[in-house]
C-alpha cells in the first residue's frame, strides 16, 4: 500500500467515509467517445513539425510560447485537458497534477513554504517565519530569501513553491499570523512581491490566500462579510500589488466565504477581479480540500483543483453536458500550459532540474542566520543592560522549558524540517565564548546564582497554528500562566532578568513586563535562530528588528475577533489603524524597535509640494547616529489624507528606508512615496481615486512617534488611478 504522510491519511480517510474515493482516469489518455477535439494548426507551425499521429508535438523547439500551447491544447482530448485541471484520483499523490505521456506534458509537483521547503520526508533549510523577516523591513533580504527556497524547491526535484503568504494580520489571535508579514496591507504587498521575485528566479511562486482567510478556527466555512472598500484596501489590496508588479505565477483561492460565495466559486474574487480587472494571466489554484462544487468552481475561474480530482472529477460530464462551456476548460488549461513553457518545465523530455547541493547549504544556513538576526525585535532594554558585557558577566541561565528546546513554528503547511536546529541555551552558550559560564534549566533552579538570567517562554504548535494539526486560533494573547510565574520567580531571585519569546505575534505581558529588565521578540527564528540569539545578546550584532504588528497593554484593546462565529464582519479599521481611530494608546506601536545605538531624525524635505496623482514623491530626511554602536536606522513615513468626507485611516504608512550609519555619521536618506499607493477605492465609481488636496507627510522611528512633518499637494480632482 502507498504511505501516505499524516494529512493524506486524515484526508483519505474522510473522504472515503464521505464515498469519495471513486476510480478516475490518470493515463492521460483519450477515453473512449472523446473523439477529435484538435484546433487548427497553421501551415508555418506544421512545416517546423507540427502534430503528426506518430510522434508527440513538444518535440517541437523552434515554436513561440503561445504557438506551443496552441499546439498541445489543440491536440488534447477533453478528458486529458480536464485531467490538467486536478490532482490525482482521490487517495493518490497530495502534492502533484498528473504527468500526460502521450503528449510529453508534465504535471505540476508542489511544495508548501512559507518558511522553507516543507517535505513529508526529507531536510531543508528552515528559515524565520514570514513575519519575523517582515520585522527586518529589508525587501532585499526578503528577495534573497525567497531565492533560496525557490532554489531549494527546484533542487528537490518540485516545480512550484505554495507562497508567499500575504493575509493580513487582522487580529493578533489568527493562528496562522505567523505564515503572514503583519497587519499593514501595503508592507504585506511589498514584502510579498520581493518574496516572489525572488522564488521565480527559479520555480513558479503562489500568493496565498484569496481572499479574506483570516480566521483559523472556523477557516473551512466563515463567512468572511466585507465592504467593498475594506476589501479593496485592507484584504485584496497587496494581491493587486503582488500581481501587477511581479507577475506571480499562482493564486490560491482560500477556505472560506466572502460575502456568501466560497472562494474557490466566487466570480467577483476570481473572474471579475483577478482575472479581469487585474489581468492576470497565470493560474487560479484552490486550497487543498477548498473546493466545493464543479460547475460553480469552473464557471468562477479555479483552474486547478487540489489536492485529488474530487469535484473536477465531474467536468467532463458537466462540459458534454452544457452547463460548463469548453471554452473554459480551454481558457484554464493555456493558463496551465503556459505557465510550465514560461518556467521551462512543460514538456517531459526538456530535463528541469536544480542542484540538490543548495539544500541546507552553508550559504542558505548563513542566511538563515542573518535572517533571524535582522528581524529579531529588542522590546524593552532598562538601564541598557543589553548587549551583555562578555568581561563583566562571569554566570549567565537559560531557563524554561523552551531553553533547550528549539521551536520553529506551527506543525500545519508551513512546518519544515531541518537536519538540526538550534536552540536558544546551545546558541547563546556558542556565542558566549570561554569566559562565561552558560548554565540551564527547566526551572528557576539554575537562575539563583548568577550575574544575568535568561528566561525563554514560547507559544505551542497547540496555541497557534494550522487547526487541521492540533493549532487554531489562540485561545488567550499570554504565554501560558506556568510560564508567566516563571519569569516572575526568576525575576525574583536573579540580579538581572531577559525575557526572549518565541511566537508568531504579540503576547500581552501585565503580569511580568515590569519584573524584567529586557525583552526580546524572537519570533519563530529558524534553524540557526539561538546562534542569532547569541550574536544579538552579546553585541556581536545590533538590533535592527521593527514589529508590523501593533502590541497592545490589553487583549480587549484589540478589535472583535469573531473567530468562532460563522459570519464575521471585518472591520474598516484593524491594526495601527484601529488604534488611531479609537485613540488607543498601545504598549509598542506599529514599527517599533530598540537598537544599542540611538538616532536622531532632522530636516524632512519634500522638493516636489505639488504632485500629480500618476506621480512619486521622494522625500528626504537627515539621520545621524547619536550612540555609541553601529546601527540601522529605519524611517518610516506615515500619511495623512485630505479631508473629503471619504472614510479613511488617520495615517497610513506610505514608505520606509533602511540606513546603516556608524557611530556619529549623518546621512540624507531618501523615501520614495508612490502617490497612487494613496488612493483610496470610492464604491460610488468603483474605482480607485487619488483625491485632490493637502497631504501631511510624517516621518519618524515608528508609528507612535513621528517628529517630523511636512505637506504637499496633488493635482487633480477624483483622478482615477488605472
Given at each position: 500500500?502507498?504511505?501516505?504522510?499524516?494529512?493524506g491519511?486524515?484526508?483519505?480517510?474522510?473522504?472515503?467515509?464521505?464515498?469519495?474515493?471513486?476510480?478516475?482516469?490518470?493515463?492521460?489518455?483519450?477515453?473512449?467517445?472523446?473523439?477529435?477535439?484538435?484546433?487548427?494548426?497553421?501551415?508555418?507551425?506544421?512545416?517546423?513539425?507540427?502534430?503528426?499521429?506518430?510522434?508527440?508535438?513538444?518535440?517541437?523547439?523552434?515554436?513561440?510560447?503561445?504557438?506551443?500551447?496552441?499546439?498541445?491544447?489543440?491536440s488534447?482530448?477533453?478528458?486529458?485537458?480536464?485531467?490538467?485541471?486536478?490532482?490525482?484520483?482521490?487517495?493518490?499523490?497530495?502534492?502533484?497534477?498528473?504527468?500526460?505521456?502521450?503528449?510529453?506534458?508534465r504535471?505540476?509537483?508542489?511544495r508548501?513554504?512559507?518558511?522553507?521547503?516543507?517535505l513529508?520526508?526529507?531536510?531543508?533549510?528552515?528559515?524565520?517565519?514570514a513575519?519575523?523577516?517582515?520585522?527586518?523591513?529589508?525587501?532585499?533580504?526578503?528577495?534573497?530569501?525567497?531565492?533560496?527556497?525557490?532554489?531549494?524547491?527546484?533542487?528537490?526535484?518540485?516545480?512550484?513553491?505554495?507562497?508567499?503568504?500575504?493575509?493580513?494580520?487582522?487580529?493578533?489571535?489568527?493562528?496562522?499570523?505567523?505564515?503572514?508579514?503583519?497587519?499593514?496591507?501595503?508592507?504585506?504587498?511589498?514584502?510579498?512581491?520581493?518574496?516572489?521575485?525572488?522564488?521565480?528566479?527559479?520555480?513558479?511562486?503562489?500568493?496565498?490566500?484569496?481572499?479574506g482567510?483570516?480566521?483559523?478556527?472556523?477557516?473551512?466555512?466563515?463567512?468572511?462579510?466585507?465592504?467593498?472598500?475594506?476589501?479593496?484596501?485592507?484584504?485584496?489590496?497587496?494581491?493587486?500589488?503582488?500581481?501587477?508588479?511581479?507577475?506571480?505565477?499562482?493564486?490560491m483561492?482560500?477556505?472560506n466565504?466572502?460575502?456568501?460565495?466560497?472562494?474557490?466559486?466566487?466570480?467577483?474574487?476570481?473572474?471579475?477581479?483577478?482575472?479581469?480587472?487585474?489581468?492576470?494571466?497565470?493560474?487560479?489554484?484552490?486550497?487543498?480540500?477548498?473546493?466545493?462544487?464543479?460547475?460553480?468552481?469552473?464557471?468562477?475561474?479555479?483552474?486547478?483543483?487540489?489536492?485529488?480530482?474530487?469535484?473536477?472529477?465531474?467536468?467532463?460530464?458537466?462540459?458534454?453536458?452544457?452547463?460548463?462551456?469548453?471554452?473554459?476548460?480551454?481558457?484554464?488549461?493555456?493558463?496551465?500550459?503556459?505557465?510550465?513553457?514560461?518556467?521551462?518545465?512543460?514538456?517531459?523530455?526538456?530535463?528541469?532540474?536544480?542542484?540538490?547541493?543548495?539544500?541546507?547549504?552553508?550559504?542558505?544556513?548563513?542566511?538563515?542566520?542573518?535572517?533571524?538576526?535582522?528581524?529579531?525585535?529588542?522590546?524593552k532594554?532598562?538601564d541598557?543592560?543589553?548587549p551583555?558585557?562578555?568581561?563583566?558577566?562571569?554566570?549567565?541561565?537559560?531557563?524554561?522549558?523552551?531553553?533547550?528546546?528549539?521551536?520553529?513554528?506551527?506543525?500545519?503547511?508551513?512546518?519544515?524540517?531541518?537536519?538540526?536546529?538550534?536552540?536558544?541555551?546551545?546558541?547563546?552558550?556558542?556565542?558566549?565564548?570561554?569566559?562565561?559560564?552558560?548554565?540551564?534549566?527547566?526551572?528557576?533552579?539554575?537562575?539563583?546564582?548568577?550575574?544575568?538570567?535568561i528566561?525563554?517562554?514560547?507559544?505551542?504548535?497547540?496555541?497557534?497554528?494550522?487547526?487541521?494539526?492540533?493549532?487554531?486560533?489562540?485561545?488567550?494573547?499570554?504565554?501560558?500562566?506556568?510560564?508567566?510565574?516563571?519569569v516572575?520567580?526568576?525575576?525574583?531571585?536573579?540580579?538581572?532578568?531577559?525575557?526572549?519569546?518565541?511566537a508568531?505575534?504579540?503576547?500581552?505581558?501585565?503580569?511580568?513586563?515590569?519584573?524584567?529588565?529586557?525583552?526580546?521578540?524572537?519570533?519563530?527564528?529558524?534553524?540557526?535562530?539561538?546562534?542569532?540569539?547569541?550574536?544579538?545578546l552579546?553585541?556581536?550584532?545590533?538590533?535592527?528588528?521593527?514589529?508590523?504588528?501593533?502590541?497592545?497593554?490589553?487583549?480587549?484593546?484589540?478589535?472583535?475577533?469573531?473567530?468562532?462565529?460563522?459570519?464575521?464582519?471585518?472591520?474598516?479599521?484593524?491594526?495601527?489603524?484601529?488604534?488611531?481611530?479609537?485613540?488607543?494608546?498601545?504598549?509598542?506601536?506599529?514599527?517599533?524597535?530598540?537598537?544599542?545605538?540611538?538616532?536622531?531624525?532632522?530636516?524632512?524635505?519634500?522638493?516636489?509640494?505639488a504632485?500629480?496623482?500618476?506621480?512619486?514623491?521622494?522625500?528626504?530626511?537627515?539621520?545621524?547616529?547619536?550612540?555609541?554602536?553601529?546601527?540601522?536606522?529605519?524611517?518610516?513615513?506615515?500619511?495623512?489624507?485630505?479631508?473629503?468626507?471619504?472614510?479613511?485611516?488617520?495615517?497610513?504608512?506610505?514608505?520606509?528606508?533602511?540606513?546603516?550609519?556608524?557611530?556619529?555619521?549623518?546621512?540624507?536618506?531618501?523615501?520614495?512615496?508612490?502617490?497612487?499607493?494613496?488612493?483610496?477605492?470610492?464604491?460610488?465609481?468603483?474605482?480607485?481615486?487619488?483625491?485632490?488636496?493637502?497631504?501631511?507627510?510624517?516621518?519618524?522611528?515608528?508609528?507612535?512617534?513621528?517628529?517630523?512633518?511636512?505637506?504637499?499637494?496633488?493635482?487633480?480632482?477624483?483622478?482615477?488611478?488605472?
Amino acid at each position: 500500500m502507498r504511505r501516505f504522510g499524516t494529512l493524506g491519511l486524515i484526508c483519505l480517510l474522510a473522504l472515503k467515509a464521505l464515498g469519495c474515493d471513486r476510480p478516475e482516469l490518470t493515463s492521460g489518455r483519450p477515453a473512449p467517445g472523446d473523439g477529435d477535439t484538435s484546433v487548427p494548426v497553421s501551415p508555418e507551425v506544421v512545416e517546423r513539425g507540427g502534430i503528426c499521429d506518430d510522434a508527440p508535438p513538444l518535440s517541437i523547439q523552434a515554436h513561440t510560447t503561445d504557438e506551443r500551447v496552441a499546439v498541445i491544447a489543440g491536440s488534447m482530448s477533453l478528458t486529458e485537458k480536464v485531467e490538467q485541471m486536478a490532482g490525482f484520483t482521490v487517495g493518490a499523490e497530495l502534492f502533484a497534477t498528473p504527468d500526460n505521456e502521450r503528449l510529453n506534458v508534465r504535471g505540476f509537483k508542489f511544495r508548501d513554504g512559507p518558511r522553507g521547503v516543507r517535505l513529508e520526508d526529507g531536510t531543508a533549510t528552515c528559515f524565520p517565519v514570514a513575519v519575523a523577516r517582515a520585522a527586518s523591513w529589508d525587501l532585499e533580504l526578503e528577495r534573497r530569501v525567497g531565492a533560496a527556497m525557490g532554489a531549494e524547491t527546484r533542487g528537490l526535484g518540485h516545480n512550484l513553491l505554495l507562497a508567499p503568504t500575504v493575509n493580513t494580520l487582522r487580529h493578533p489571535g489568527w493562528g496562522r499570523g505567523q505564515e503572514t508579514y503583519g497587519e499593514d496591507p501595503w508592507l504585506l504587498g511589498r514584502m510579498g512581491t520581493a518574496s516572489v521575485l525572488g522564488i521565480q528566479e527559479h520555480v513558479p511562486a503562489c500568493a496565498k490566500h484569496y481572499a479574506g482567510n483570516n480566521i483559523e478556527d472556523t477557516r473551512m466555512t466563515n463567512n468572511a462579510i466585507i465592504d467593498e472598500q475594506t476589501l479593496r484596501e485592507n484584504y485584496t489590496r497587496q494581491f493587486e500589488m503582488i500581481v501587477k508588479e511581479s507577475d506571480v505565477a499562482c493564486v490560491m483561492a482560500a477556505y472560506n466565504q466572502v460575502n456568501g460565495r466560497y472562494c474557490c466559486e466566487n466570480i467577483p474574487l476570481l473572474r471579475d477581479l483577478l482575472k479581469g480587472e487585474w489581468a492576470f494571466d497565470g493560474i487560479v489554484l484552490s486550497d487543498w480540500f477548498a473546493a466545493k462544487s464543479t460547475e460553480e468552481s469552473a464557471l468562477a475561474g479555479l483552474d486547478v483543483e487540489m489536492p485529488w480530482r474530487q469535484h473536477y472529477a465531474n467536468l467532463h460530464h458537466m462540459v458534454t453536458g452544457g452547463q460548463v462551456p469548453e471554452s473554459v476548460i480551454d481558457e484554464a488549461v493555456e493558463r496551465i500550459l503556459r505557465i510550465k513553457f514560461k518556467f521551462g518545465f512543460a514538456l517531459l523530455d526538456e530535463p528541469f532540474e536544480g542542484d540538490p547541493a543548495v539544500v541546507e547549504s552553508d550559504a542558505h544556513i548563513a542566511l538563515a542566520r542573518e535572517a533571524a538576526r535582522k528581524g529579531m525585535v529588542l522590546l524593552k532594554n532598562d538601564d541598557d543592560l543589553l548587549p551583555l558585557d562578555r568581561e563583566g558577566v562571569s554566570r549567565l541561565a537559560v531557563v524554561g522549558r523552551w531553553a533547550d528546546e528549539a521551536r520553529l513554528g506551527d506543525a500545519g503547511s508551513s512546518d519544515v524540517r531541518p537536519s538540526y536546529a538550534v536552540a536558544p541555551y546551545s546558541g547563546i552558550k556558542n556565542v558566549a565564548g570561554d569566559t562565561v559560564e552558560v548554565l540551564t534549566s527547566r526551572d528557576a533552579a539554575a537562575a539563583a546564582d548568577v550575574d544575568v538570567a535568561i528566561v525563554v517562554v514560547a507559544l505551542t504548535q497547540e496555541d497557534e497554528g494550522e487547526a487541521i494539526f492540533g493549532g487554531g486560533d489562540r485561545n488567550r494573547l499570554t504565554v501560558s500562566e506556568d510560564q508567566e510565574n516563571l519569569v516572575r520567580e526568576v525575576a525574583s531571585v536573579a540580579p538581572k532578568t531577559i525575557v526572549i519569546i518565541k511566537a508568531g505575534g504579540p503576547i500581552t505581558m501585565e503580569r511580568f513586563i515590569d519584573h524584567v529588565d529586557a525583552i526580546v521578540m524572537a519570533w519563530y527564528p529558524g534553524m540557526e535562530g539561538g546562534h542569532a540569539m547569541g550574536d544579538l545578546l552579546f553585541g556581536d550584532a545590533n538590533f535592527e528588528g521593527r514589529v508590523v504588528q501593533t502590541w497592545a497593554h490589553h487583549a480587549d484593546d484589540y478589535p472583535e475577533f469573531g473567530n468562532r462565529l460563522s459570519e464575521t464582519e471585518f472591520e474598516y479599521h484593524h491594526g495601527y489603524r484601529h488604534f488611531d481611530y479609537f485613540e488607543t494608546e498601545p504598549l509598542y506601536p506599529f514599527g517599533y524597535g530598540l537598537s544599542y545605538t540611538t538616532f536622531e531624525f532632522e530636516n524632512l524635505s519634500l522638493p516636489c509640494v505639488a504632485i500629480t496623482p500618476a506621480g512619486e514623491l521622494l522625500a528626504t530626511v537627515e539621520i545621524e547616529n547619536t550612540g555609541p554602536l553601529a546601527g540601522v536606522a529605519i524611517p518610516q513615513l506615515y500619511v495623512s489624507f485630505p479631508e473629503t468626507g471619504a472614510r479613511r485611516p488617520v495615517k497610513q504608512l506610505a514608505g520606509f528606508a533602511r540606513v546603516a550609519l556608524e557611530p556619529g555619521e549623518r546621512r540624507e536618506v531618501t523615501i520614495p512615496v508612490r502617490i497612487p499607493d494613496l488612493a483610496y477605492f470610492d464604491t460610488s465609481s468603483g474605482g480607485w481615486v487619488v483625491v485632490e488636496g493637502e497631504y501631511q507627510a510624517r516621518v519618524g522611528p515608528h508609528a507612535g512617534d513621528l517628529p517630523l512633518s511636512a505637506s504637499f499637494s496633488v493635482a487633480g480632482e477624483g483622478v482615477p488611478v488605472e
